[in-house]
């Protein structure tokens, strides 16, 4: 397991010791140690990372009851270079450029060590090469967006020919599941939701039809749809827009039947499969048109994220 990169015994990372908002507790520490590599881990030297709606939330102690003991190095989605190989990982090698989101369950015992360092371990079998056509920063903002958006078209079984809805049709993982579902799957038609300001920006990513949820009510569309993807959590509407028999998925909120609401699993099998249409160009990262925020700045970056307001992916780069 030894490294031919010298890897410093303490670290930068965002890093949290109490519940609260993150403009509260989140702080950058630089005498974090660098965690161990297990034998099915890598090391990755953290390149970029994206920022989650989970970040905050679990930050804010929603999710404590699965949570690791304090303190926490925040973020799920990274893009790096792996420096460290353990015992029993065969899948990289050190210099591989990787990209991945840490946690395997978004919140059934998530790292008490994320993304937000400069360095940070992760299973192998959650990550993937990074496309080669894509930046570190474009690379961060997939992982745990790609993954949802993939999940939740599987869960409900879409296919080649059928029409879908998607509920927050702007953000990181709407613009995910519309170029999925148009350019993936052969969707005959999409629908996607946003304010105003955001239709043009769903029509460039495939969709057929462009909502403005400011001036148009999900009960009053002309027509129904196979498969409502609620990206925003109101699944309460996003019933009254699907047809008779067809399906509803949400990922979060309160769940009103017949929609289903999944966590997503994280696997760098999702990303090698995607990888060829990330490669292609037909599907392509979004982040946000403010562009990435410095690692000195992730305060900043979070308060963004947290408006409601982003477009797409809020991403973290450079990491020193």
Known sequence: MASIVSIPSKIKAWTYTEYGKSAEVLKLKS??????????????????AALNPVDFKRMIGLFKASDPPLPVVAGYD???????????????????????????????????????????????????????????????????????AYEGLERVGFKSGETILVLGGAGGVGTLVIQLAKHVYGASKVAATSSTAKLELLKSLGADVAIDYTKVKIEDLPEKFDVVYDAVGNSEEAVKAVKEGGRVVTIYGEVTPPAILFLVTSKGSILEKLNPFLESGKVKPL??????????QTLEAFSHLQTGRAIGKVVIYPIP
């Open 31 to 48: 005498d974090v140690s660098v965690p161990q590599v297990k034998e099915d881990q890598v090391l990755i030297k953290v390149v970029a």
């Open 78 to 148: 990274v893009a790096g270079i792996v420096v460290k190989v353990g015992s029993k990982a065969n899948k990289f090698k050190e210099g591989d450029e990787v990209y991945g989101n840490v946690n395997e369950f978004a919140l059934d015992h998530p790292k008490q060590h994320g993304s937000l360092a400069e360095y940070t371990v992760v299973e192998e079998r959650l990550l993937a090469l990074k496309p080669k056509n894509l930046s570190f920063a474009e690379a961060a903002g997939i992982p745990l967006a790609i993954e949802t």
């Open 287 to 296: 982040i946000d048109p403010k562009g990435t925020f410095p690692f000195s």
